[in-house]
């Protein structure tokens, strides 16, 4: 089965990967949900990904692109591939540790 991955943004921070699976699967077959958070303080960002068939992408797109969820009107779209950044500098010594 050939997958489309979407971006949903937007979320409460309380959201579950449960809530958002339950959410899309009205619209087609989830086959995966990644919320993201914070790597630092592990609280939530806000947005993720869910995978669904490729075939009821855009039903899911088109019905729940600023749909009201549980308070916040979420912003949905296909997900578009991560652009490449240039490396960043090393961090000067620092006596800090």
């Not at 979407?6 to 979320?11: H, I, Q, R, S, T």
């Amino acid at each position: 089965m050939a997958t489309k991955s979407l971006y949903v943004g937007n979320l409460p921070w309380s959201a579950t990967e449960d809530e958002v699976r339950e959410l899309f699967s009205n619209y087609g077959e989830v086959s995966s949900v990644n919320l993201i958070s914070d790597r630092e303080t592990g609280r939530a960002r806000g947005f993720g990904f869910v995978e669904i068939a490729a075939e009821d992408a855009q039903n899911a797109v088109e019905a729940l692109d600023n749909y009201s969820f549980n308070g916040r009107n979420l912003k949905v779209n296909e997900a578009r591939p991560r652009e490449a950044r240039e490396p960043r500098a090393p961090r000067p010594y620092s006596s800090r540790y």
